[in-house]
């Protein structure tokens, strides 16, 4: 069973109350083929529509479709978006415990689409105003029997995108009875009202995070003039406020959220931990933080580490992006991800990343294994040894000697083809997790800081006569040879060329 699946299994059933601002996402895909006669604007024939759960109510849906038992407590308008949010609720299988509020519009965002393309958004009862004190009384009564129903030790998510249906009393109830919940996550437009809760996690956007630790500073990072989407200062911009907001919150874990650029995540311990995101169209993302919130709340009430809980989160938002429409995952989808971690394959890695990222692997059960050569040019016998070494664990490391590590090891005419190239390779083998690149003639620095389970050599001589078995079992490991395929390595290759070269035939395919 991969890590993924393990992680999914273990948190089946968990009771999840959500809490917050329910919307409707409506969408309206058109065609069209030519102009109006009044004006240069496109004639649109309507093809199809589609209304989605939005907002707290896409999260609970996204909690009962990875395979949590859901449960929304939020205020709705008693019109036909507030019953579509219903019927969406019904068919995800979410315990509805919306309150209906007479008089007051369900809010809306209705996209119109053509070629899967959005032309226009209209948004339709936006925030309306503070709850009367008869609304804020029922509210009381709704959340107090709702968490009678999920029981004692559920997770709970806070969803506060400001639009009034978390008042300061419903604020105050949730802060005075944190203690009946195991997990807390917390995402909010704002910050600031949500001090002395002290939630497990909390997710907020670099904008958010910016807003609430440099109020009146100018517009949010991430917008002209602050640095752009896909630059490393974007990143490190982020990765500079967690420590901060993690005071400010009394959070365990701060997920800030990057949007195209994935997330940066803390748990104060270590080094920050990075996910990625695909860039996709704007379209295809909508929804794409409920999906993220959903599933990082449940991969924390498992008690794996919040890097691992990030990667699945992040896998599971990637997993919905193929398409437009408000984004949900399901169980299926997520454990069908590639990865010991769920993260997507991103195997280059330098020495520092590499041992986070084992360290996070190994906490959630991976077994490592760990190989190192010069993997001058990539043949049969490569792929055969490194299929048959992965098969000895979860994870394998594959750690590759630098040109002048193989210069001083194999004579100055070689590596034929250079370590960006050589690496680029074996990232590309979907039995291998992670490639890192060495200076020294011997992997022994990183086997101290990888510490792997199977340390692996191909040859046919005992494994007393690997110069790093006393290293590797002094670390608690094992070695282990493989046998190679006969008659196939770089040298008998390269001889081959120059052979062929030498009676004057060139031609690649011979």
Known sequence: MSEVAAVVDNWADREVLVVGDAMLDEWRFADTDRLCREAPAPVLTLRHRLASAGGAANTAVNVAALGGRATLVAPVGADTAGGEVRACLDRAGVRDHTLLRPGHPTPVKRRLLAAD???????????????????????????????????????????????????????????????????????????????????????????????ALRPGSGPPPGSPPGPAAGSPERVALAE????????????????????????????????????????????????????????????????????????????AASRTLDGPGTCVCDRDRLVATPGPTGTARRPVVDAAALVAAVDRQRTAGARIVFTNGCFDMLHRGHVRFLEQAAELGDVLVVAVNSDDSVRRLKGRDRPVNPVEDRVAVLAALSCVDHVVTFAADSPADLLRAVRPEVYVKGGDYPPDL?????????????????????????????????????????DPTD
């Open 466 to 506: 690997v110069p790093e078995a006393p290293l590797v079992r002094g670390l608690g490991g094992e070695v282990r040879i493989l046998g190679y395929v006969p008659d196939r390595s770089t040298s008998a290759i390269i001889e081959r060329i120059r052979s062929r070269s030498r009676v004057g035939s060139l």
């Open 117 to 211: 393309q959005i032309l226009v958004r209209e948004d339709e009862g936006g925030p309306a105003g503070p709850l009367p004190d008869d609304a804020v009384r029922l509210l009381l009564d709704v959340l107090t029997d709702a968490v009678e129903v999920t029981g004692p030790g559920a997770a709970l998510v806070i969803c506060d995108y400001g639009l009034g249906a978390l008042p300061g009393p419903v604020r105050a109830w949730l802060l005075a009875h944190r203690h009946r919940f195991d997990t807390v996550a917390l995402d909010a437009h704002d910050l600031t009202p949500w001090g002395g809760l002290a939630p497990t996690v909390v997710t907020p956007s670099l904008g958010e995070a910016h807003a």
């Open 240 to 315: 500079s406020y967690l420590p901060e907001l993690r005071r400010r919150t009394g959070a365990d874990v701060v997920a800030l959220t990057l949007d195209v650029d994935g997330s940066v995540v803390s748990d104060g311990v270590g080094s920050p931990y990075r996910s990625h995101a695909d860039p996709v169209p704007a379209s295809h993302a909508v929804g794409a933080g409920d999906v993220y919130l959903a599933a990082i709340t449940l991969a924390l009430t498992t008690g794996v580490p919040a890097g691992v809980a990030a990667g699945i989160a992040q896998s």
